[in-house]
């Protein structure tokens, strides 16, 4: 009997530490207002850890995703030895915003970049020092000992900043960097350059500056993408929309990447996580050495999604940066969990990974409250792995483009065109086999034409693929209406009249012509930003 007693409690002890080795969520603070010493309920805002003393602090947001909707400029620290939250009064702060990078660095707090109320959006930073609780603007550039003060007014238009933006990712690694990070956003245009502010010499500098719409070798321009920094220079970032602002692509978006600051390069990750926007990220605390970083939430269904596999509530997306070929993996949280949420804001904590409020998936409601995420970078291998990533269901309007633009131009158009080229000798049979070809071809391009229109949630027809895609459609659609006005054909042995020859030369000229833009299609498909 005591045999059996003592294999129940070793067993019982056994299953406790392993279950408080796992990944867990804790909620630190339900957002209950008592007097009005909490935050509001906010999505989009930005969010430190001062890990020596337990504290967060949490900086503006916006109310709702309305517009119009209240935006806000308070800043909070909450206390982790007490639970509760405290209004900081300051004088000076920075304007109300939301989606704006945020990072952390000794006693301060860092801000850059956001949208505010009215469509503002900025590029200034700022900083809040947690001791003396007190805001301030830092420089674009410090003025150099050797410039005069008159000389440095009249050359500030030519300092360098990043554009202003919002829906940014960056930030500052582990409190232990001297650099600022801000990469990709979104104002007028959607932005794939990335930036660094040297917070000690006050300077602003540019890290990468390449822009190319089709190229696979980079990020394309986007925002509202996650992102953390997993060394001093280096940065990763998951999924955003692409579309609209003068480009094409898909939102939501799956792709990931790193940028490596030191080789000023990107490096693309596996696909693993739903294609999601207002997702978040950050890295989980070190130990024995390992780096892991967590995707948590986002929003997975917009217009431009046909059908996705919608991630549960419990699912984390973890990072292995550590690794040769660095990969995702998906992790299944047990216990109690946080509502299914995006736009909440997360940041490392010194026992796990802090998140405050965010719009709930299902209610649509913002929310206040607090959570922890308990557990460090040796916790994931204990984790309960989740479902594979290659299970993972996901269509959209691009996807359908590309079939039938294929099917379309790519196929049956060159076929018809092919049939008349050279099986003239099969008369009447080459006839109506070209206007079969033809006459299905335009279909399955409309079809597809239609498609493209869709994925692009606004601003279409401002980027050189829509343009082309435009003007070869109405050149596509008026070759049915030509072929009703063709002039007669000339008799063996009969030369050409006039209209005759320029109707062919016409007709046979449009097809090559819209055949020309499969190639920035095709370029598109095969950069694995846009899938």
């Given at each position: 009997?005591?045999?059996k007693?003592?294999l129940f409690?070793?067993t019982l002890?056994l299953?406790?530490?392993?279950?408080?080795?796992?990944?867990s969520?804790?909620?630190?603070?339900?957002?209950?207002?008592?007097?009005?010493?909490?935050?509001?309920?906010?999505?989009?805002?930005?969010i430190?850890s001062?890990?020596?003393?337990?504290?967060?602090?949490?900086f503006?947001?916006?109310?709702?995703s309305?517009k119009?909707?209240?935006v806000?400029?308070?800043t909070w620290?909450?206390?982790?030895?007490?639970?509760?939250?405290?209004?900081?009064?300051?004088?000076i702060?920075?304007s109300?915003r939301?989606?704006?990078?945020?990072?952390?660095?000794?006693e301060?707090f860092y801000?850059?970049?956001?949208?505010?109320?009215?469509?503002?959006?900025?590029?200034?930073?700022w900083?809040?020092?947690?001791?003396?609780e007190?805001?301030?603007?830092l420089?674009a550039?410090?003025k150099?000992?050797?410039?005069s003060?008159?000389?440095w007014?009249?050359?500030k238009?030519?300092?360098?900043?990043?554009?202003e933006?919002?829906?940014?990712a960056?930030?500052?690694?582990r409190?232990?960097?001297t650099?600022?990070y801000?990469?990709?956003?979104?104002?007028?245009v959607?932005?794939?350059?990335?930036?660094?502010?040297?917070?000690?010499?006050k300077?602003?500098?540019?890290?990468?500056?390449?822009s190319?719409?089709?190229?696979p070798?980079?990020?394309?321009?986007?925002c509202l993408?996650?992102g953390?920094?997993?060394?001093?220079?280096?940065?990763?970032?998951?999924?955003?929309?692409?579309?609209?602002?003068?480009?094409g692509?898909?939102?939501?978006?799956?792709?990931?990447w790193?940028?490596?600051?030191?080789?000023?390069v990107?490096?693309?990750?596996?696909?693993?996580?739903s294609?999601?926007v207002?997702?978040?990220?950050?890295?989980?605390?070190?130990?024995?050495g390992?780096?892991?970083?967590?995707?948590?939430?986002?929003?997975?269904?917009?217009?431009?999604?046909?059908t996705?596999?919608?991630?549960?509530?419990s699912?984390?997306?973890?990072?292995?940066?550590?690794l040769r070929?660095?990969?995702?993996?998906?992790?299944?949280?047990?216990?109690e969990v946080?509502?299914k949420?995006?736009?909440?804001?997360?940041?490392?904590?010194?026992?796990?990974?802090?998140?405050?409020?965010?719009?709930?998936?299902e209610?649509?409601?913002?929310?206040?409250?607090?959570?922890?995420?308990?557990g460090d970078?040796?916790a994931?291998?204990?984790?309960e792995?989740?479902?594979?990533?290659?299970?993972t269901?996901?269509?959209?309007?691009?996807m359908l483009h590309g079939?039938?633009?294929?099917?379309?131009?790519?196929?049956?158009l060159?076929?018809?065109?092919?049939?008349?080229?050279?099986?003239k000798?099969r008369d009447?049979?080459?006839?109506y086999?070209?206007i079969?070809?033809q006459?299905f071809?335009?279909?399955?391009?409309?079809?597809?034409?239609?498609c493209?229109?869709?994925?692009?949630?606004?601003?279409?027809f401002?980027?050189?693929?829509?343009i082309l895609g435009?003007v070869i459609?109405?050149?596509?659609l008026?070759?049915p209406?030509?072929?009703?006005?063709?002039?007669?054909?000339?008799?063996?042995?009969?030369a050409?009249?006039?209209?005759?020859?320029?109707?062919?030369w016409?007709h046979?000229?449009?097809e090559r012509?819209?055949f020309s833009?499969?190639?920035?299609?095709s370029?598109?498909?095969?950069?694995?930003?846009?899938?």
């Amino acid at each position: 009997m005591m045999d059996k007693i003592a294999l129940f409690v070793i067993t019982l002890l056994l299953t406790l530490k392993v279950t408080k080795a796992q990944l867990s969520w804790k909620l630190l603070h339900n957002g209950n207002n008592q007097n009005g010493t909490v935050p509001k309920p906010r999505r989009d805002a930005g969010i430190g850890s001062d890990l020596g003393r337990r504290r967060v602090i949490l900086f503006g947001g916006r109310e709702g995703s309305e517009k119009g909707s209240p935006v806000f400029d308070d800043t909070w620290i909450y206390y982790g030895d007490t639970s509760t939250w405290r209004l900081i009064n300051t004088d000076i702060h920075p304007s109300a915003r939301f989606s704006f990078v945020s990072g952390m660095s000794g006693e301060y707090f860092y801000i850059a970049t956001g949208e505010g109320r009215d469509r503002m959006f900025y590029n200034d930073i700022w900083r809040f020092h947690i001791r003396m609780e007190k805001w301030e603007q830092l420089p674009a550039q410090e003025k150099p000992d050797y410039i005069s003060h008159n000389q440095w007014s009249q050359s500030k238009d030519t300092i360098l900043t990043p554009e202003e933006r919002y829906g940014a990712a960056g930030g500052i690694y582990r409190n232990e960097s001297t650099k600022f990070y801000v990469s990709l956003g979104f104002a007028d245009v959607r932005f794939s350059n990335t930036f660094s502010y040297d917070y000690v010499g006050k300077s602003w500098y540019i890290d990468f500056a390449f822009s190319h719409p089709y190229s696979p070798e980079f990020p394309h321009g986007r925002c509202l993408h996650s992102g953390t920094m997993i060394a001093p220079d280096d940065l990763v970032i998951f999924g955003g929309c692409l579309t609209g602002g003068s480009t094409g692509g898909p939102c939501p978006s799956g792709d990931s990447w790193i940028f490596q600051g030191k080789r000023k390069v990107w490096d693309q990750l596996n696909n693993c996580a739903s294609p999601r926007v207002y997702s978040s990220m950050a890295m989980l605390p070190i130990a024995d050495g390992k780096r892991r970083v967590v995707l948590y939430g986002g929003v997975e269904k917009l217009p431009q999604v046909l059908t996705a596999t919608e991630s549960p509530a419990s699912e984390l997306v973890i990072l292995n940066p550590d690794l040769r070929i660095k990969r995702w993996e998906k992790k299944t949280v047990k216990g109690e969990v946080p509502s299914k949420r995006a736009s909440a804001a997360m940041v490392t904590g010194p026992a796990g990974i802090y998140m405050f409020g965010g719009i709930d998936i299902e209610s649509g409601k913002t929310m206040n409250d607090l959570w922890s995420l308990m557990g460090d970078s040796s916790a994931v291998d204990k984790t309960e792995t989740s479902t594979p990533c290659t299970e993972t269901t996901f269509y959209n309007y691009i996807m359908l483009h590309g079939i039938f633009m294929v099917a379309g131009w790519g196929v049956l158009l060159q076929w018809g065109a092919y049939i008349a080229r050279y099986m003239k000798h099969r008369d009447p049979l080459w006839f109506y086999l070209h206007i079969g070809c033809q006459v299905f071809g335009l279909v399955f391009s409309i079809v597809g034409f239609v498609c493209g229109v869709l994925s692009v949630q606004f601003d279409h027809f401002r980027f050189t693929h829509a343009i082309l895609g435009l003007v070869i459609m109405v050149l596509g659609l008026q070759q049915p209406l030509n072929a009703l006005v063709r002039p007669h054909k000339a008799e063996p042995g009969e030369a050409k009249s006039p209209p005759r020859a320029g109707w062919e030369w016409w007709h046979h000229n449009m097809e090559r012509i819209r055949f020309s833009n499969l190639v920035p299609g095709s370029m598109l498909a095969a950069s694995f930003t846009t899938l």
